[in-house]
Nanobody
């Protein structure tokens, strides 16, 4: 059974940082694209970042330059380092897995974690 466990969310102030973790079980992250998506209250879910099985990465325009996605193969875990956080980054962040293994905008995901809440106060 594929499981994705996201954690690391919390309440921070504008300009501060958070590091989210996504621990995968039941799959090898080398064989998947692992994405980070978020959904703010009253808004549609949007893709934030993604790391491919070969280690290449993708970022949304809002994330590029502030967020960094990495993976630890030994721990089968993907991280999202978020710096210079803004109030508009407030959302529930989800990690998700795709067998396509290659990141691109609009990639659909077959397995989802439960989400972790990030709140950025102004």
């Amino acid at each position: 059974e594929v499981q994705l466990q996201a954690s690391g969310g919390g309440l921070v102030q504008t300009g501060e940082s958070l590091k989210l973790s996504c621990v995968a079980s039941g799959l090898n992250i080398d064989d998947y694209a692992i994405g980070w998506l978020r959904q703010a209250p009253g808004k549609e879910r949007e893709g934030v970042s993604c790391i491919s099985g070969d280690g290449s990465s993708y970022y949304s325009d809002s994330a590029r330059g502030r967020f960094t996605v990495t993976s630890d193969r030994a721990k089968n875990t993907v991280y999202l380092q978020m710096n210079t956080l803004r109030p508009e980054d407030t959302a529930v962040y989800y990690c998700a897995a795709s067998l396509r293994a290659v990141c691109f905008p609009g990639l659909t995901y077959s397995s989802w974690g439960q989400g972790t809440l990030v709140t950025v106060s102004s």
